[in-house]
């Protein structure tokens, strides 16, 4: 530089350099942030809140453009230096030239000059150039709109003010682009990577879940060492809320923050509704959302209204309680009454449970019941607040104790629900006293209800009675009496009832837009893929549902829940990745809360494994005995059953071959023929192991071969694994070791394609602990893991046992070729794989067209899906 030029200057554009430099250090690239990603925009607005890593995104773009094609220049940094003047302009200017030009910037020069100097630097850069404006005042704004009007595209903008009263003009300008917190706060990619680079032991769900996003809570979030807990608790949020975020509030704007924080969506009518007020809030609501980034738009079908950022709420809600400690409660009920007035009965029941009043429940119609409780789904809300309301009041009304026995039901309460329902039959015109609601509804409740006590077949024919007496007349029960049946074909492997169900649910519940039958819709799916043990498809299943918008899982927590507690058996089942925090307690709470038998079972069951695989028999067995418990009091013996073979299991684990292992009888009489096949499948396949352990080994191989029998039938991939194990381990004990090789591989073979690798490592703990000299041969066939899919298999030993688990009865070696077609392999790397010629992998593939009637392998992957198979 030469040394003509203004020493303050001089020294201000090396502190710009040191910032931006220090800024950038070991931040997170986000290009959706960039002008890369907003294609044709010439400046960006980064409109937000202290925090929202503004003046960061601003440094790393500065630092990728490279020096002298940008400058960095905070202007509230330059104010304190000059003043506010009409020098501040040629500051900028020389500042700009400065870090633009290097040793090459001219010397000292007036306003005008410098700006002229400048543009026809601009116009004649052979390179892209980025000028980044942080801490941008108003002060300066004229000059940015000449910048942004007066040179060609190549000159690219990025502003992060601190008040944004310019932006009214600025907007109206061709290629301005605001980016908003709601952008700028980080995802889950993002905060993955955070996670990554410092080492943070949160989950990504609940670190999201917990800061909306918010980078600086994040940051905070980073340097905790316990788990994490709301953030409003922690001081330094509570410092930086205070003095970096409401520091540049007005008292009056601080003020209508605070009080607007009670309200679920700010709106100027609400707002003036419940604190009485006429002041002119439609300015100052304006301000928080446009100058202050505090509010955002809502839904975009609902873009009037206003959503505050999560943890501004709660921090101003709890100062607001603290404020207004005897008031509180009545802003709540006045919120009820307005959301009540208009119709919005989800947000009725949040407020009023908040504010703790049951008053109003006698002005609640059977259709509003019907929206929250059947539509809506709204099962945790709706306990709570019937928890509330007295009980003789609940009899007088038909449609709350209707809506109560829902909520009994789907709570894991039946014997209070079949109470409430016997009280609503025993009341004489109780159809007419569901003012003009179709009929049927009491049956439906009844009907959907045997089936969330596993009472499977009773439910079956109530739903196909209840479909023929009303279905016609109510397309809302109808679309729950569907996915009912759905559920229940799911969880008695009724594959092919299952497809025909499905469908017919899907079409009502779509039309009828049942949120909540639908979440149970979708959870159905991925109860019969994890039935059929294809674990990997259930993944699928489980993410393509939080993405639909028919189930809209942020609208309905229920949902969500339910969704989770799958996703926890996958995560723990598959084993890829860390296990989120939290997901475990999450998913086991909702479980024993609201879980049916399926639901509970299988949540339980892979948290009782996993405390086993980890030395944790203790714990493992308290929560097994817990269910068993639990299914004693609410009458599931499916549910029993399914823990005392669990508890089974963790003897043997335990006590090795010394185990006395007692074993349910399953009562045949109180049980489904499919319910009693599959618990069958697992005692012939734990009485495999004891007979192992009591080295009866022909025994074991029987038991082994019937696990084996009966999970072909089932169409249980996983089961059929697990059988495989016991069944290897009997034949290498009696000396046939060239089939228990096969039926090992065809084990590892099954746990690869479907993802079952806890079931692996489940049944290797188990055959370890009671046969540790099995070990040589585990290890010999695990080091030719890389020969697994080059075995050829034989028909007459295991074979047999897996030709029925496909549901379109192809062979094992069908199969195969199906999942490597499915993955895009030609017909030489089939060969290869399976060790045969590629003539032969071309007939394979020729039976397999011939089979589904198809001449294409697209056609083929597309039958084969829609038949389940993939």
Same mark, same amino acid.
């Given at each position: 530089?030469?040394?003509?030029?203004?020493?303050?200057?001089?020294?201000?554009?090396?502190?710009?350099?040191?910032?931006?430099?220090?800024?950038?250090?070991?931040?997170?690239?986000r290009e959706r942030l960039s002008h890369e990603a907003h294609q044709g925009a010439k400046a960006l607005v980064y409109c937000a809140p202290s925090g929202f890593g503004k003046s960061t995104q601003l440094a790393i773009m500065a630092e990728d453009a490279g020096s002298g094609n940008a400058a960095y220049l905070s202007l509230a940094e330059l104010e304190k230096a000059e003043g506010i003047d009409?020098?501040?302009?040629?500051?900028?200017?020389?500042?700009?030239?400065?870090?633009?030009?290097?040793?090459?910037?001219?010397?000292?020069?007036?306003?005008?000059?410098?700006?002229?100097?400048? *543009?026809? +630097?601009?116009?004649?850069?052979?390179?892209?150039?980025?000028?980044?404006?942080?801490?941008?005042?108003?002060?300066?704004?004229?000059?940015?709109?000449?910048?942004?009007?007066?040179?060609?595209?190549?000159?690219?903008?990025? *502003?992060?003010?601190?008040?944004?009263?310019?932006?009214?003009?600025?907007?109206?300008?061709?290629?301005?682009?605001?980016?908003?917190?709601?952008?700028?706060?980080?995802?889950?990619?993002?905060?993955?990577? %955070?996670?990554?680079?410092?080492?943070?032991?949160?989950?990504?769900?609940?670190?999201?879940?917990?800061?909306?996003?918010?980078?600086?809570?994040?940051?905070?979030?980073?340097?905790?060492?316990?788990?994490?807990?709301?953030?409003?608790?922690?001081?330094?949020?509570? $410092? *930086?809320?205070?003095?970096?975020?409401?520091?540049? *509030?007005?008292?009056?704007?601080?003020?209508?923050?605070?009080?607007?924080?009670?309200?679920?969506?700010?709106?100027?009518?609400?707002?003036?509704?419940?604190?009485?007020?006429?002041?002119?809030?439609?300015?100052?609501?304006?301000? %928080?959302?446009?100058?202050?980034?505090?509010?955002?738009?809502?839904?975009?079908?609902?873009?009037?209204?206003?959503?505050?950022?999560?943890?501004?709420?709660?921090?101003?809600?709890?100062?607001?309680?603290?404020?207004?400690?005897?008031?509180?409660?009545?802003?709540?009920?006045?919120?009820?009454?307005?959301?009540?007035?208009?119709?919005?009965?989800?947000?009725?029941?949040?407020?009023?449970?908040?504010?703790?009043?049951?008053?109003?429940?006698?002005?609640?119609?059977?259709?509003?019941?019907?929206?929250?409780?059947?539509?809506?789904?709204?099962?945790?809300?709706?306990?709570?607040?019937?928890?509330?309301?007295?009980?003789?009041?609940?009899?007088?009304?038909?449609?709350?104790?209707f809506g109560y026995a829902w909520t009994m039901y789907f709570s894991q309460q039946a014997q209070v629900a079949d109470e409430v329902l016997e009280g609503i039959a025993a009341t004489e015109d109780a159809e007419q006293n569901l003012n003009g609601q179709p009929r049927g509804w009491p049956e439906l409740v009844f009907a959907i209800g045997k089936a969330t006590h596993d009472e499977l077949d009773?439910?079956?024919?109530?739903?196909?009675?209840?479909?023929?007496?009303?279905?016609?007349?109510?397309?809302?029960?109808?679309?729950?009496?569907?996915?009912?049946?759905?559920?229940?074909?799911?969880?008695?492997?009724?594959?092919?009832?299952?497809?025909?169900?499905?469908?017919?649910?899907?079409?009502?519940?779509?039309?009828?837009?049942?949120?909540?039958?639908?979440?149970?819709?979708?959870?159905? $799916?991925?109860?019969?893929?994890?039935?059929?043990?294809?674990?990997?498809?259930?993944?699928?299943?489980?993410?393509?549902?939080?993405?639909?918008?028919?189930?809209?899982?942020?609208?309905?927590?229920?949902?969500?829940?339910?969704?989770?507690?799958?996703?926890?058996?996958?995560?723990?089942?598959?084993?890829?990745?860390?296990?989120?925090?939290?997901?475990?307690?999450?998913?086991?709470?909702?479980?024993?809360?609201?879980?049916?038998?399926?639901?509970?079972?299988?949540?339980?069951?892979?948290?009782?494994?996993?405390?086993?695989?980890?030395?944790?028999?203790?714990?493992?067995?308290?929560?097994?005995?817990?269910?068993?418990?639990?299914?004693?009091?609410?009458?599931?013996?499916?549910?029993?059953?399914?823990?005392?073979?669990?508890?089974?299991?963790?003897?043997?684990?335990?006590?090795?071959?010394?185990?006395?292992?007692?074993?349910?009888?399953? $009562?045949?009489?109180?049980?489904?023929?499919?319910?009693?096949?599959?618990?069958?499948?697992?005692?012939? +396949?734990?009485?495999?192991?004891?007979?192992?352990?009591?080295? +009866?080994?022909?025994?074991?191989?029987?038991?082994?071969?019937?696990?084996?029998?009966?999970?072909?039938?089932?169409?249980?991939?996983?089961?059929?694994?697990?059988?495989?194990?016991?069944?290897?381990?009997?034949?290498?004990?009696?000396?046939?070791?060239?089939?228990?090789?096969?039926?090992?591989?065809?084990?590892?073979?099954?746990?690869?394609?479907?993802?079952?690798?806890?079931?692996?490592?489940?049944?290797?703990?188990?055959?370890?602990?009671?046969?540790?000299?099995?070990?040589?041969?585990?290890?010999?066939?695990?080091?030719?893991?890389?020969?697994?899919?080059?075995?050829?298999?034989?028909?007459?030993?295991?074979?047999?046992?897996?030709?029925?688990?496909?549901?379109?009865?192809?062979?094992?070696?069908?199969?195969?070729?199906?999942?490597?077609?499915?993955?895009?392999?030609?017909?030489?790397?089939?060969?290869?794989?399976?060790?045969?010629?590629?003539?032969?992998?071309?007939?394979?593939?020729?039976?397999?067209?011939? +089979?589904?009637?198809?001449?294409?392998?697209?056609q083929l992957v597309a039958t084969a899906q829609a038949k389940n198979l993939l």
């Amino acid at each position: 530089m030469q040394e003509g030029l203004d020493p303050t200057l001089l020294l201000y554009n090396r502190r710009m350099v040191q910032r931006r430099q220090v800024f950038a250090q070991s931040a997170i690239r986000r290009e959706r942030l960039s002008h890369e990603a907003h294609q044709g925009a010439k400046a960006l607005v980064y409109c937000a809140p202290s925090g929202f890593g503004k003046s960061t995104q601003l440094a790393i773009m500065a630092e990728d453009a490279g020096s002298g094609n940008a400058a960095y220049l905070s202007l509230a940094e330059l104010e304190k230096a000059e003043g506010i003047d009409g020098s501040c302009v040629e500051r900028v200017t020389q500042a700009i030239l400065d870090q633009l030009s290097g040793p090459d910037a001219p010397q000292t020069m007036g306003a005008h000059e410098g700006e002229a100097v400048l *543009f026809a +630097r601009l116009w004649k850069a052979e390179q892209p150039v980025l000028l980044c404006f942080d801490e941008f005042t108003p002060a300066f704004s004229n000059f940015a709109e000449r910048i942004i009007c007066e040179t060609p595209s190549s000159v690219k903008l990025a *502003f992060a003010p601190i008040g944004v009263e310019f932006l009214s003009r600025l907007a109206l300008l061709p290629g301005v682009v605001r980016v908003r917190s709601e952008s700028l706060a980080f995802n889950e990619a993002e905060i993955d990577e %955070l996670a990554l680079l410092s080492g943070a032991p949160w989950s990504t769900e609940r670190a999201l879940e917990l800061t909306g996003g918010w980078p600086a809570l994040l940051r905070f979030a980073v340097d905790r060492t316990e788990p994490l807990s709301s953030p409003i608790q922690w001081p330094e949020v509570q $410092n *930086f809320l205070h003095n970096d975020v409401f520091a540049k *509030f007005t008292v009056e704007e601080r003020e209508i923050l605070r009080n607007a924080s009670i309200l679920q969506a700010v709106t100027p009518e609400s707002y003036r509704y419940v604190f009485k007020t006429n002041s002119d809030l439609e300015h100052w609501l304006k301000r %928080l959302s446009a100058v202050h980034g505090v509010l955002v738009a809502g839904l975009a079908n609902d873009g009037e209204k206003l959503v505050m950022l999560p943890v501004l709420r709660d921090f101003l809600r709890e100062e607001l309680r603290e404020l207004m400690p005897d008031r509180f409660s009545y802003l709540l009920k006045r919120i009820a009454y307005w959301h009540w007035r208009r119709g919005e009965y989800r947000e009725t029941i949040t407020a009023a449970l908040d504010a703790h009043d049951h008053r109003w429940a006698h002005r609640v119609s059977a259709g509003v019941l019907i929206d929250i409780a059947l539509r809506q789904g709204e099962i945790a809300g709706l306990r709570e607040w019937f928890a509330s309301v007295p009980r003789d009041q609940l009899n007088r009304l038909p449609a709350l104790a209707f809506g109560y026995a829902w909520t009994m039901y789907f709570s894991q309460q039946a014997q209070v629900a079949d109470e409430v329902l016997e009280g609503i039959a025993a009341t004489e015109d109780a159809e007419q006293n569901l003012n003009g609601q179709p009929r049927g509804w009491p049956e439906l409740v009844f009907a959907i209800g045997k089936a969330t006590h596993d009472e499977l077949d009773e439910s079956t024919r109530l739903c196909h009675q209840w479909i023929d007496s009303f279905g016609e007349d109510n397309e809302v029960g109808a679309g729950a009496a569907y996915t009912c049946l759905a559920f229940i074909a799911a969880s008695e492997r009724q594959f092919e009832d299952l497809s025909k169900l499905s469908r017919k649910a899907f079409s009502i519940n779509r039309y009828a837009r049942q949120r909540y039958a639908s979440g149970w819709l979708s959870a159905t $799916n991925v109860l019969a893929a994890m039935r059929r043990g294809e674990m990997l498809r259930a993944r699928t299943l489980v993410k393509q549902s939080r993405e639909s918008s028919d189930i809209a899982v942020e609208r309905s927590p229920f949902a969500s829940n339910l969704l989770q507690a799958f996703e926890y058996q996958l995560c723990e089942e598959i084993k890829e990745g860390v296990m989120p925090e939290g997901l475990e307690h999450d998913a086991i709470n909702f479980a024993m809360e609201y879980g049916v038998v399926d639901v509970l079972a299988g949540v339980t069951q892979a948290a009782a494994r996993r405390m086993a695989l980890k030395g944790l028999t203790t714990e493992a067995f308290a929560l097994m005995e817990k269910v068993r418990a639990t299914a004693h009091r609410r009458q599931l013996p499916r549910l029993r059953y399914l823990a005392e073979i669990n508890l089974a299991e963790f003897h043997l684990l335990e006590e090795s071959a010394a185990a006395d292992v007692d074993l349910p009888k399953p $009562n045949a009489a109180i049980l489904s023929a499919n319910q009693l096949q599959a618990l069958d499948a697992r005692l012939a +396949r734990v009485r495999a192991l004891i007979e192992i352990g009591k080295s +009866r080994f022909g025994l074991a191989e029987q038991h082994a071969r019937l696990a084996l029998r009966e999970a072909g039938v089932m169409g249980d991939l996983r089961a059929a694994a697990a059988a495989q194990y016991c069944l290897a381990t009997a034949l290498v004990l009696l000396g046939s070791t060239r089939d228990a090789e096969r039926a090992f591989r065809e084990a590892e073979e099954l746990v690869a394609l479907n993802g079952c690798h806890t079931t692996r490592e489940w049944m290797m703990a188990l055959l370890l602990r009671i046969v540790p000299e099995t070990i040589q041969f585990f290890d010999t066939i695990g080091r030719k893991g890389e020969a697994l899919h080059s075995m050829e298999p034989s028909v007459g030993s295991s074979d047999k046992g897996l030709v029925p688990v496909l549901a379109g009865r192809l062979t094992r070696k069908q199969y195969l070729v199906l999942q490597y077609i499915a993955r895009g392999m030609t017909n030489k790397e089939i060969a290869a794989q399976l060790s045969i010629s590629e003539s032969g992998a071309k007939w394979h593939v020729k039976r397999l067209f011939e +089979r589904f009637g198809v001449s294409k392998r697209s056609q083929l992957v597309a039958t084969a899906q829609a038949k389940n198979l993939l």
